[in-house]
């Protein structure tokens, strides 16, 4: 198969056809020949494609060429759209055939009928009752989508409905009975997962992939895709995260309380007496639980001075948990089903309890408790690796030691791509010395002076990563009320909607942080200017990462220099990645960390990125955007 799919990437040839614009790269179609080796042989494969060497191209040809049945799985919706509306049209056409295809996301991007009827909110029906005045109104600007909509998707909502009310409305991984619902027929979850059942090719996300890597270790069985044989992990830098969210467990207070209240739905719907004393302790005792041990913000370990003052009161929360599924259990389907979903979460409290596992970490963050295993390798070897089925890794940015050791494909083999555009030519990284390090008291008034100087000379057209929400708030603040352009940040609407507005206004400024640094793809004029506070490394006192960390001392190795660093190497590469989408684009890349200077490990996030003139003087990026105006005036 592998000579077969060359021809399709070369000059003149199918995909040639198919695009106007096609330019045959040596890297598209070595990637491609070894994306179709590792279908064919059922084999593994950890490829690095450099941006622009149209990856989703290179892995979709082979794998629909093979004739078997695929699932990729990304990180972000951003991709699943590029991949539906332009590159499976594209190797439609390479084909000369059409390609079934479907994308399928977790249940709880679905509006749930069910839920709908026990709201009494069904067309036509009468007010629901909501828990908030606010959700109520929210809802009111559903209402007319919620009697429309022939897919049952949030996606196709304008603005961002509230945890709360969406809670209320979707499928729920935890609440869906599947078969058993007495709406299974016009349910939108089901109906999706009919398509896919058909599909030669699933998008789904790694979320879900997960889910059904899980579902089938458990049952031996079906899972939530259908039977596929082989999978394309796109975007694979973020698999190890989704692993660890997915293997782990959380308990919040929305959970415990929609649960409390399901189980009074079920009582009644089953003619039976609620046991309103436990939905009572499951509130009371949760919120107790809880709000002692939840931070203001962000992640704070579970250690065992912080639950002394509640463990006999978070033991007290796992009986009523399990005496829950006792009354439950025997009173019908439904109930059943609650009281299964009762002791998931004492399971889950328990092990966010157990601190003394090295193999994993428990944390509070506002609202919840969580755990999470530490090192996700020999889960992933025993259900997903060790499967006999093609799986193909593929990222802009995927560092193969990385892989290796976090992942646990230490056999796999590895290609990388270097990507095709002249940085040389067309980018400029400007690293200024005299800045304040973030830490430092007044750094972000300097910092904001720098970041709005800057989007004075590109004119707008800039995006601004931040390293945090606190560091996005504290720029926000200070810079846009200085700038005549448009000023969008992230929580303002729903990310792609966010996008849309910051790629329509041509002159407009966006500050984000976190999931902007990747899956941003902003062509042309509209980004011309890339801004990143600091360094991206990991929050000091991450649960997560300093349970990893002392994984890796434990071991007898250096948990800086083997996590952290590469870790924040490649999202410092991910957030150099958002400026060249094109080979037209053009731009500046400015880092404002003094770091990159008076650190020795400096030298090695400048060696990762693509070579560039770099300069210090914030003149040489004034000349470099006045050489634009030129340019394009002529």
Same mark, same amino acid.
């Given at each position: ?183 299974? +027929? ?5 109906? $999706? &997962? /009919?398509?896919?059942?058909? *599909? #030669?090719?699933?998008? =789904? ?126 009173? +019908? ?5 609650? $009281? &299964? /979903?009762?002791?998931?979460? *004492? #399971?889950?409290?328990? =092990? ?43 990222s802009a940015t995927l560092d193969r030691n990385v892989v290796a050791c976090r992942l646990g494909l230490a056999d796999a083999p590895a290609l990388v791509v270097e990507s095709p555009f002249d940085y ?68 303002? *609407? ?141």
């Amino acid at each position: 198969m592998r000579n077969e799919v060359a021809p399709l990437f070369a000059a003149g040839g199918a995909l040639a056809s198919a695009l106007p614009h096609y330019e045959a790269r040596l890297g598209q179609t070595r990637l491609a020949a070894a994306v179709a080796e590792t279908i064919e042989s059922e084999g593994h494969l950890v490829a690095e494609a450099g941006t622009g060497t149209g990856k989703s191209l290179a892995y979709l040809l082979p794998a629909l060429a093979s004739g078997r049945r695929i699932v990729v799985a990304t990180a972000t919706k951003a991709l699943q759209e590029q991949l539906l509306l332009n590159d499976v049209p594209a190797a439609e056409a390479a084909l000369g055939r059409p390609v079934r295809c479907a994308v399928l996301k977790g249940r709880q991007n679905y509006l749930c009928r069910k839920s709908l009827k026990g709201l009494e909110i069904l067309p036509g029906a009468g007010p629901a009752l909501f828990r908030t005045a606010e959700d109520a109104s929210e809802f009111e600007r559903l209402r007319a989508w919620v009697d429309a909509t022939e897919s049952g998707d949030r996606a196709e909502l304008e603005f961002e409905p509230s945890p709360s009310l969406w809670g209320e409305l979707s499928v729920g991984g935890d609440r869906c009975t599947g078969r058993r619902c007495p709406v299974v +027929g016009d349910c939108f979850s089901e109906r $999706a &997962r /009919r398509v896919a059942s058909d *599909a #030669d090719l699933v998008i =789904a996300n790694h979320a879900l992939y997960l889910a059904d890597v899980a579902i089938r270790s458990k049952t031996d069985g079906a899972g939530i895709l259908p039977d596929h044989d082989a999978v394309i992990f796109d975007e694979a830098h973020r698999l190890e995260d989704a692993a660890a969210a997915w293997f782990g467990g959380r308990v919040s207070l929305g959970r415990l309380r929609v649960l409390a209240r399901d189980a009074e739905r079920a009582c009644r719907e089953a003619a039976a007496e609620p046991p309103k004393r436990l939905f009572a302790e499951l509130d009371r005792i949760g919120s107790l639980v809880v709000g002692e041990l939840e931070p203001s913000s962000g992640r704070q370990r579970l250690t065992a001075g912080a639950l002394a003052p509640v463990i006999d009161a978070a033991l007290v929360l796992a009986d009523a948990l399990g005496e829950l599924a006792c009354v439950l259990r025997g009173l +019908g389907e439904e109930p059943d089903a609650v $009281a &299964r /979903r009762s002791l998931v979460v *004492a #399971d889950d409290l328990e =092990a966010c309890l157990t601190i003394d596992d090295p193999d994993r970490v428990s944390w509070a963050e506002p609202g919840s408790l969580a755990w999470a295993p530490v090192d996700v390798a020999p889960i992933l070897r025993k259900e997903l690796w060790d499967r006999p089925m093609a799986a193909v890794l593929v990222s802009a940015t995927l560092d193969r030691n990385v892989v290796a050791c976090r992942l646990g494909l230490a056999d796999a083999p590895a290609l990388v791509v270097e990507s095709p555009f002249d940085y040389e030519a067309r980018t400029l990284l400007y690293a200024p010395r005299g800045l304040p390090e973030a830490r430092e008291p007044g750094a972000y008034d300097r910092i904001a002076e720098e970041v709005a100087a800057l989007c004075r000379l590109s004119r707008g057209r800039a995006l601004v990563l931040t390293s945090s929400y606190r560091a996005l708030d504290a720029l926000v603040d200070r810079v846009a009320r200085t700038l005549d352009f448009p000023v969008y940040c992230q929580g303002d *609407a729903p990310r792609e909607r966010l996008l849309e507005r910051f790629r329509d206004e041509v002159d407009s400024v966006l500050f984000a942080t976190q999931t902007f640094w990747q899956g941003v793809d902003v062509r042309g004029e509209s980004l011309s200017l890339v801004v990143i506070d600091k360094l991206p490394f990991a929050a000091p006192g991450d649960p997560l990462t300093e349970a990893r960390c002392e994984r890796i001392a434990r071991d007898g190795r250096d948990w800086f220099a083997d996590y952290s660093l590469p870790a924040a190497v490649l999202q410092l590469r991910q957030g150099f990645g958002r400026l060249i989408r094109s080979h037209g684009d053009r731009g500046v890349v400015a880092i404002l960390d003094p770091r990159l200077h008076t650190r020795a490990y400096g030298r090695q996030f400048l060696a990762a990125l693509p070579p560039c003139p770099v300069v210090e003087d914030v003149r040489a990026v004034a000349a470099f955007f006045e050489e634009e105006v030129v340019r394009m005036s002529a």
